[in-house]
């Protein structure tokens, strides 16, 4: 996602400074992407109109409404311009992409959570069996009065799994 940030950053600066149709349209291309890790990061800027607009003023979110917002006549906004404030909220959403690679990177350096991983694996398969046949979600069947029973059942039947592939391959 970060790769995603950046990407439309360098096409969208370099748009910036050329103003050049092409340099535009590989800012385009760049921003479906983008907004999607602007989203998972939090970032971005919403920009509203002036109060002299009446109670109706529009709000203005996310990339594909305010990275080109400049050119329709928009001025600044507390003394900036518009494309500066969207450049800082696609800082700001790498800013906390970035924390949260760090947090994963060190969460998955603990065997805990390895373990943490296995177990679920290992006791989610009947609840999302379940939730085919009935059409369902897993994390709903799974967090209802069904959910422990259909856990221990699971674990009956991947022991009965392993026993039974222990006996096929003559390990026991």
């Known amino acids: 996602m970060r790769e995603a940030l950046r990407a439309f950053q360098e096409a969208y600066v370099e748009y910036l400074t050329s103003r050049s149709p ?25 920009l ?58 060190r969460q998955r350096r603990r065997p805990t959570y390895w373990l943490d991983r296995a177990v679920r694996t290992a006791l989610m398969p009947a609840a999302y069996i379940v939730s085919v046949m009935i059409g369902e979600s897993a994390l709903r069947i799974d ?6 029973p259909l856990r221990l059942l699971s674990v009956v039947a991947d022991v009965a799994a392993v026993y039974f592939a222990g006996v096929a391959f003559k390990w026991w």
């Open 22 to 46: 092409a340099a535009k349209a590989s800012a385009v291309s760049a921003l479906p992407e983008a907004e999607l890790a602007l989203l998972a990061g939090g970032g971005g800027v919403t």
């Open 48 to 105: 509203t109109d002036p109060p002299a607009m009446g109670p109706m003023r529009q709000q203005y979110r996310g990339l594909a409404q305010t990275a080109f917002i400049h050119e329709t006549g928009w001025g600044q906004v507390h003394d900036r311009e518009p494309y500066e404030l969207v450049l800082e909220g696609i800082q700001s959403a790498d800013a906390v992409l970035a924390a949260q690679e760090r947090r994963v990177a």
């Open 143 to 148: 967090r209802s009065g069904w959910g422990m």
